[in-house]
């Protein structure tokens, strides 16, 4: 069946593209324990490149998978699995099938790489956070006044202030 063919292809291409997303937020997870912003920015852009050839491929995934439904009569709303299943007895069955497994799991895979990013960044925005709080943190000092009463004034104290 030519559409069972085009899909392998297909899912190849996108598994590839998979593979090196993975390999992208490994990298991504490095730089960021290392904190180079510079390199951060480069993987980000190469991610950004994935993602616009993952669009491509995924378009033309959709354009088979519908040509698939119309050719078993099946709903719109049939999922691909459902879709795979239908081709159980063609001989590119197991092949779509391993295809769709090894999607899957790399997407897995992607996931908790990206979650253990995100947990990376935020502990670093806190990090930041409580060092600049530090470094501009409010202090109260008493002064006394002519008529001797005591005035609180609240001072900032500033990274770099005017005097010094």
Do not use: H
Request: aromatic share 6%; with cysteine; charged share 35%.
């Amino acid at each position: 069946m030519e559409e069972a063919n085009e899909l392998i292809k297909i899912l190849e291409n996108q598994l590839k593209l998979y593979e090196k997303l993975c390999e992208l937020c490994k990298q991504e997870k490095e730089v960021i324990v290392e904190g180079d912003l510079k390199e951060l920015e480069e993987i980000v852009q190469k991610e950004e490149e994935v993602f616009t050839q993952m669009r491509i491929w995924e378009k033309l995934r959709l354009k088979v998978l519908t040509s698939l439904k119309e050719k078993f009569s099946l709903p719109e709303k049939t999922t691909f699995s459902e879709v795979i299943e239908k081709l159980r007895d063609f001989p590119s069955f197991p092949k779509l099938n391993s295809l769709r497994e090894k999607i899957i799991s790399k997407i897995k895979e992607i996931s908790q790489i990206n979650r253990e990013n995100i947990s990376l960044l935020e502990y670093s925005v806190r990090l930041i956070d409580e060092c600049f709080s530090k470094l501009t943190k409010i202090r109260n000092n008493s002064i006394y006044t002519p008529s001797g009463k005591t005035q609180i004034r609240e001072q900032t104290q500033k990274l770099l202030n005017e005097t010094g």
